[in-house]
Antibody, heavy 119, light 108 residues
Framework: QVQLVQSGSELKKPGASVKVSCKAS????????MMWLRQAPGQGLEWMGW????????TYAQGFTGRFVFSLDTSVSTAYLQITSLKAEDTAFYYC????????????WGQGTLVTVSS | EIVMTQSPATLSVSPGERATLSCRAS??????LAWYQQKLGQAPRLLIY???TRATGIPARFSGSGSGTEFTLTISSLQSEDLAVYYC??????????FGQGTKVEIK
């Protein structure tokens, strides 16, 4: 079945970096773009941007430029989200989700990765 | 950017009763609207797309309606497992994709 499996929770200090992985299975990885979304504790969903799994070209939403980097390793069907210069306000669940362009929807989603930034 | 507004913030419904959730767009999104269900501690799951089409495996008690700026998600007979937060999302005019702030469905 189609599945996205993300890496485990991370606890980081302010100023550090983190890299979250999202491994896809059950479909041809390069057929569908990958979206990244953020959900702060107890809050709603925020779209961070997406990466073309065909070209590797990333697109970042407003507010997610500079410290956020999307990348791929197509040999292992995995997408990555790296966040540098972490701040306390980056504490959140981060989700990857496959983009279905025919429907404009995200399906499925990874299980989420909690990144906690605390000194 | 299209702003999505959901109401109410919290909805308490007895088992077996109907639950009606609303979503309003700040401008027309035609039928380019999806609904997601997020249970506690889980990732969101696609329920409805194209405003009224159920995703694969979604029970028939979930239905969506509306077009333009006004949309509704109806759970015809609420089950205990439907306890969750429900989000609407527009994909008419992107980037960015935008979500409503969510409606929490509680079991009365």
């Amino acid at each position: 079945q189609v599945q996205l499996v993300q890496s485990g929770s991370e606890l980081k200090k302010p100023g550090a970096s983190v890299k979250v992985s999202c491994k896809a299975s059950g479909y041809t990885f390069t057929t569908y773009a990958m979206m990244w979304l953020r959900q702060a504790p107890g809050q709603g969903l925020e779209w961070m941007g997406w990466i073309s799994t065909n070209t590797g070209n990333p697109t970042y939403a407003q507010g997610f430029t500079g410290r956020f980097v999307f990348s791929l390793d197509t040999s292992v069907s995995t997408a990555y989200l790296q966040i540098t210069s972490l701040k306390a306000e980056d504490t959140a669940f981060y989700y990857c989700a496959r983009f279905l362009p025919a429907d404009g929807t995200f399906d499925p989603w990874g299980q989420g990765t909690l990144v906690t930034v605390s000194s | 950017e299209i702003v999505m507004t959901q109401s109410p913030a919290t909805l308490s419904v007895s088992p077996g009763e109907r639950a009606t959730l609303s979503c309003r767009a700040s401008q027309s999104v035609s039928s380019n609207l999806a609904w997601y269900q997020q249970k506690l501690g889980q990732a969101p799951r696609l329920l409805i797309y194209a405003a009224s089409t159920r995703a694969t495996g979604i029970p028939a008690r979930f239905s969506g309606s509306g077009s333009g700026t006004e949309f509704t998600l109806t759970i015809s007979s609420l089950q205990s497992e439907d306890l969750a937060v429900y989000y609407c999302q527009q994909y008419s005019n992107w980037p960015p994709f935008t979500f409503g702030q969510g409606t929490k469905v509680e079991i009365k």
